[in-house]
């Protein structure tokens, strides 16, 4: 397979929605897409090979120490890059399949828990007496989890079916003063929803394995580090997100994404 800028216009999507993609992702992803390509390796197989590594660096973070702290973002930046590769391989080679956009969803849904776990063992490893800090690890990682990514589908199919039976599919939000709410709601989700999406989170452990690998210390006696610190504020704030995602799926039905999709234009991309 010839090595050509026709190539990488193929694989690459023409449209990246993503900040941190667009300044370095993709920039890192295609030499590593090129050699894929030169390899038996499929668009699945780096897909599955993308989770284990992001698994690995979330589990680095138990050992609470500042060179597996390293070791942890390192994998998770690779991991990262493994999930944009997966995609191009798959475009450049004419793959992209329903099989591969399952397999990438899986991902999301297994490294943020293994991550917000590793990060509750640790710090209990260094705060043996804060249960009240492995409770919100313990919590940003349930939380994380798909089983509450299915409780919130079917909240949303449960409005789905609450509108077909009263006949206000797909268009019982009609009005200015709905439209001006769904608009306010957007807005709001467009300014939370990217703290949660994955290399968000790469880029906030990353300041903050910097910020301790300097020294740098808060709390009275001077052992709390800013990874706790990022820790305990996605412990208190998933809880709040997520609750308030539920709430909103029972109440909106077919809103948003879920109407643009039934209208078929939703916007987002396939990695596969």
């Avoid at 001006?180 to 467009?190: D, E, I």
């Avoid at 300041?207 to 820790?231: N, P, Q, S, W």
């Avoid at 997520?242 to 709430?247: E, H, I, P, R």
């Avoid at 799926?249 to 991309?269: P, Y």
Wanted: charge should be positive; charged fraction near 20%.
């Amino acid at each position: 397979m010839s090595d050509s800028k026709d190539l990488r216009a193929i694989a690459q999507p023409a449209h990246e929605p993503f900040f941190w993609a667009r300044l370095y992702g993709r920039r890192l992803s295609w030499p590593v897409t090129r050699l894929a390509l030169k390899t038996p390796l499929s668009a699945n197989a780096i897909s599955v090979l993308s989770i284990v590594v992001g698994a690995g660096g979330g589990a680095c973070f138990a050992a609470r120490s500042v060179p597996w702290n390293i070791a942890g973002v390192l994998l998770l930046l690779l991991s990262w890059v493994l999930d944009c590769v997966d995609g191009e391989v798959a475009r450049a080679r004419g793959q992209t399949s329903l099989d591969g956009e399952f397999i990438d969803a899986c991902r999301h849904q297994i490294v943020c828990p293994a991550l917000f776990g590793g990060l509750a063992l640790g710090a209990f490893a260094g705060h043996p007496d804060g249960l009240w800090l492995v409770a919100l690890g313990l919590s940003s990682t349930v939380l994380s989890s798909r089983f509450v990514g299915g409780m919130i589908d079917q909240m949303v199919l449960a409005g789905v079916r609450r509108a077909i039976r009263r006949g206000e599919l797909p268009e019982r939000e009609a009005g200015a003063t709905a439209e001006a709410r769904r608009g306010a709601l957007a807005r709001l989700r467009r300014w939370i929803t990217p703290l949660f999406v994955d290399f968000n989170i790469l880029h906030l452990l990353l300041a903050a394995v910097v910020v301790d690998a300097a020294g740098v210390r808060f709390g009275a006696g001077g052992g709390i580090t800013l990874l706790d610190a990022v820790h305990v504020g996605y412990g208190v704030a998933f809880p709040v997100v997520k609750l308030g995602s539920m709430v909103l799926a029972w109440r909106e039905g077919v809103s948003g994404r879920v109407e643009d999709v039934l209208r078929g234009r939703s916007d987002e991309a396939p990695h596969h």
